[in-house]
């Protein structure tokens, strides 16, 4: 390794940097110097910065003039510049030095992140231009994201604006702690005090309440050089550190040692006999000989050697940050998206997620959206079930609303799939932040802010037996593939006629239909469960869950339940998952009324009934099923053949004989 | 963990996603210093086995040095080495300029390959400090149907969870250390001690710092005849690491032109 470094000056270090990109017309430059050695030996602290702000507030001339303060520009490239601009006809700016795509040249924008290296007294920067224009804002995420410091600049005449305010935002969403404020152009106010001091008092307000305390705030001129590398007279008032001080008192991010143990599984390898877990240590260590745990399912095994290449087995403990592989000491069912942690320190497993995320994609985010999810190397589909909060994080005063519009944020509870193990982003930065897929595009990420971890909060010792048929085997028999058919709607409203004359029919076909009748069930299993809110989600929960085991063994379960609530819905379609048909029973409740075969609606009337639906406005009508219904206009055997059409078309039913040969 | 195995870690993570997500994965192989240490890694990620083929996309031009050090590793490493040519040079666009136009020739026996193979994801060892176009990628970047790169409608990456899903017909690349420099590179092949051609290291007073087709790249000026000094050397030097690559110097867009296009 090298052995050359020595203590110099601001411009000296600087000289010998390295910068990625300038123009592209054969003027970019050298190398970079990531890993050299002090003379004692240690590595210089690389961090990596990124700057963000309004657009033209002026972060490329903040990073040009940077380059040129520090003595990073290779000798005569600031006058061939300059040529190059005198060419074109153009004044040159400091920014020309990023403008590195033709594209953005004649735009006069910076479209996309841009990496740039360059040395400070103590450290090694990594400089992450990112766009400013509100359009290119997940090219600004993109780029902050892999910052552990950013620079928010501000433009002294404009102030504060919208886009510099969704900024602020986001670097607390990315949880970026380290921010330098630079209020630039003080030139354009006379480097008023005064404007500095408004400015800085309303960002410095703005991002406490964010929890984000601003490490320092810089009056400076980019353009001029002022509070960049010097404090000049023009701002004799001001005595913090200039930009490249700030920059060099940024820590990188550490890993994350001193949390527990998580080692999210990215897959398993058996290319010889060994059978090899293989992963990234997220947070934590692990050791040989370590007892842990595999969630969401909480199996226990002990470590039983830590492989690698082209030494292995490896001894001695492994840190967060590691990309590790490992066998156990038994052979347990374990599979991508699986999370090891230690024993005594396991994350919860939960189907129930809160978040506070960002939304980057062109359709809003609304409440039933079915979505991908990705937390750590799991995926799951998933089912938004609340939206509160959404806001557009750049209006001072923005009123809430039920969606999360593009470039907004916003809380989401998630009703998943399957479990998964999950922490808070309080209790695990790494583990505790998601990333939502819309139409195999990323769309959206944020932060775990609580897991419901419904009734298990200790990993038991579970270990689910799966069946041995074959999903196909009983499709061959019935005809028909599992699922869940649901019914929801009035009381009275004709779910049981349906459900019952379905079972008939699916049964005298040759199915294996099972009825699943919320009454029915309530006298049994649900025997604990009253009317409340939370006891009839919890009844729903139930149901779906009964309903999704039978349809994943091939079982065309019927499920009649006026299950009023959207969310109740939403939540059981996330269980169910693809084999989830729900049917709108949309009788008018007129109608229902007047039939009332169980004299509900009668009691309710006279007040000796409460609770009950129907009567209210409590039920929620669903917007988009797979089938509605109106008994009032349709007879029993028409409303069944619709919905054996609806079974056939989406995959359910089918004619033809599956030749169990040609699967094998 | 030193500088270097954070950037081993971070590659072999990117390794083992793209090789968990995508379906039919190849490496490309150039036989460059970077692309041996992205074997490396590799075979650091999956234990010594590269479980996809290495594909080199021949020019027929390079230097005889890089032909023996395909036949010797390709074996020694245990490859699934699948080489495929270049059309022609009459068959490239005219009205690029000479070096660009048979650097292009690459870019069309890529798109050969990806219809032969069908290829869904293809490992390319570029490096963001490299070039000012390469700096904007994403580490799992999509292209189109024809190979192409749109830079402006490139999706959001963050967190290391990364876009793997290409549309039909698509196919994305997947670069494992966009994030190395050419110091990291040389640091890593000397601690790791990994074969490398003998063109990198001085002879006469040149050496070359990148290696292409051999009429179209030339040496720099350098005494470097170990690593040691190359580490030395680039720590003071302001030459770009592609000085030598006739075709980044024809026009100023050259470059971004080959890549919109597909080029690496």
């Known amino acids: 390794m090298r052995s050359t470094t020595r203590p110099k000056t601001l411009s000296s270090a600087c000289a010998s940097l390295a910068i990625c990109d300038a123009m592209s017309d054969g003027m970019d430059i050298a190398v970079s110097q990531a890993t050299l050695a002090t003379p004692n030996g240690t590595t210089r602290p690389q961090v990596r910065i990124v700057i963000v702000g309004h657009v033209d507030h002026g972060k490329s001339t903040l990073v040009g003039r940077l380059l040129h303060e520090t003595g990073s520009l290779p000798d005569g490239k600031l006058e061939m510049l300059k040529a190059v601009s005198a060419r074109r006809g153009m004044p040159f700016e400091w920014s020309f030095l990023l403008d590195a795509l033709q594209t953005e040249r004649d735009q006069g924008i910076t479209i996309d992140t841009t990496q740039i290296r360059f040395r400070t007294q103590s450290r090694d920067v990594v400089l992450i231009d990112a766009p400013g224009h509100a359009e290119f804002l997940r090219n600004m995420i993109t780029g902050a994201s892999q910052a552990d410091g950013a620079v928010l600049i501000i433009d002294a005449l404009e102030g504060v604006r919208d886009q510099t305010r969704r900024h602020g935002y986001l670097l607390h969403l990315l949880g970026i702690k380290q921010v330098a404020i630079v209020v630039n152009k003080m030139d354009r106010v006379d480097f008023s005090a005064a404007r500095f001091k408004e400015i800085s008092d309303e960002i410095s307000a703005h991002l406490i309440e964010l929890g984000v305390t601003p490490a320092a705030v810089i009056p400076i001129s980019a353009r001029d050089g002022d509070g960049v590398a010097e404090r000049t007279p023009n701002i004799a008032w001001y005595d913090g550190p200039t930009v490249v001080e700030a920059l060099d008192a940024l820590h990188p991010a550490r890993p994350l040692d001193e949390l527990a143990l998580r080692l999210p599984v990215q897959a398993i390898y058996k290319f010889d006999d060994r059978r090899i877990i293989a992963g990234r240590i997220e947070s934590g260590s ?379 | 963990m030193d500088h270097l195995d954070e950037l081993e870690a971070q590659s072999i993570y990117i390794f083992r996603e793209a090789f968990a997500r995508l379906k039919k994965l190849a490496l490309l192989w150039s036989l460059g210093k970077d692309s041996n240490v992205m074997i490396w890694l590799a075979r650091k990620a999956f234990f010594g086995k590269v479980p996809f083929p290495a594909l080199h996309v021949d020019t027929g031009k390079k230097f ?120 990291d590179i040389w640091a890593y092949t000397q601690r790791e001690n990994i074969p490398i051609i003998p063109l990198y290291l001085a002879q006469n007073g040149k050496r070359y710092r990148s290696l292409g087709d051999a009429d179209i790249t030339n040496p720099v000026a350098s005494n470097a005849k170990t690593i040691e000094e190359i580490l030395i050397e680039l720590e003071t030097s302001k030459e770009p690491e592609r000085a030598g690559r006739a075709l980044d110097h024809e026009t100023e867009d050259a470059f971004e032109r080959l890549r919109v296009a597909g080029y690496l």
């Open chain 2, 64 to 183: 005889p040095e890089m032909y023996a050090f395909r036949e010797q590793y390709a074996k020694e490493w245990g490859l699934d080495l699948k080489i495929d040519y270049c059309p022609p040079i009459e068959s490239i666009d005219p009205t690029l300029p000479p070096a660009a136009r048979s650097a292009a020739r690459k870019t069309e026996g890529l798109k050969l390959a990806l219809a032969k193979y069908g290829f869904d994801g293809l490992i390319a060892g570029i490096r963001r400090d490299e070039e000012a176009t390469r700096a904007k990628e994403r580490v799992f970047s999509p292209r189109g149907t024809e190979g192409g790169w749109d830079v402006r409608d490139q999706p959001p990456e963050f967190w290391d969870q990364f876009n793997a899903s290409p549309p039909p017909g698509a196919h994305l690349r997947v670069h494992p250390i966009l994030h190395w420099t050419e110091s």
């Open chain 1, 286 to 664: 692990l050791n040989t000989g370590d007892e842990i745990v595999i969630m969401p399912t909480g199996k226990i095994a002990k470590i039983k050697s830590v492989e690698s290449w082209p030494q292995t087995p490896v001894a001695g403990p492994q840190g967060a940050g590691r990309s590790v592989g490992i066998t156990l000491d038994r052979e347990l069912f374990v599979e991508r998206g699986d999370v090891i942690a230690h024993v005594d320190a396991a994350p919860r497993d939960t189907r129930r997620l809160r978040a506070r995320i960002f939304w980057l994609h062109d359709a809003p985010l609304t409440e039933g959206t079915s979505i991908l999810l990705r937390l750590g190397t799991r995926e799951s589909r998933a089912t938004v079930v609340a939206i509160e909060k959404a806001v557009d994080p750049g209006e001072l005063e923005s009123v809430a609303t039920k969606a999360i519009a593009r470039n907004h944020v916003g809380e989401i509870d998630i009703s998943l799939a399957q479990p998964v193990a999950a922490d808070t982003y309080f209790d695990n930065p790494r583990t505790g932040r998601l990333v939502i897929e819309v139409n195999g595009r990323i769309a959206g990420g944020g932060l775990v802010l609580s897991v419901n971890a419904g009734q298990r909060a200790v990993p038991a010792n579970i270990v689910p037996v799966e069946s041995a048929l074959r999903s196909d085997e009983r499709a061959a028999r019935h005809r028909h593939h599992g699922a869940v058919v649901w019914l929801t709607g009035l009381p009275g409203s004709g779910k049981s006629t349906l459900a019952l004359a379905l079972e008939r029919r699916l049964f005298d076909h040759g199915g294996s239909p099972v009825l699943l009748d919320g009454d029915t069930l309530r006298a049994g299993l649900n025997n604990d469960l009253g009317f409340s809110a939370q006891d009839r989600s919890e009844n729903v929960r139930r149901l779906a869950e009964v309903a999704t085991h039978l349809a994943r063994n091939g079982h065309i379960a019927i499920v009649a339940a006026v299950s009023p609530s959207l969310h109740d819905r939403a939540a059981a379609r996330g269980i169910a998952d693809t084999l989830f048909r729900e049917i709108y029973v949309a009788t008018p409740a007129a109608v229902c009324e007047q039939r009332d075969p169980k004299g509900h609606y009668a009691k309710a009337r006279a007040g000796t009934l409460h609770g009950f639906t129907g009567i209210g406005n409590d039920y929620q009508a669903p917007t988009a099923v797979e089938l509605s219904i109106d008994t009032s206009q349709l007879a029993v055997n028409d409303a069944v053949d619709a919905i054996e059409q609806m079974l056939s078309r989406s995959g359910i039913l089918f004619d033809e004989v599956i030749d169990l040969a040609s699967n094998i």
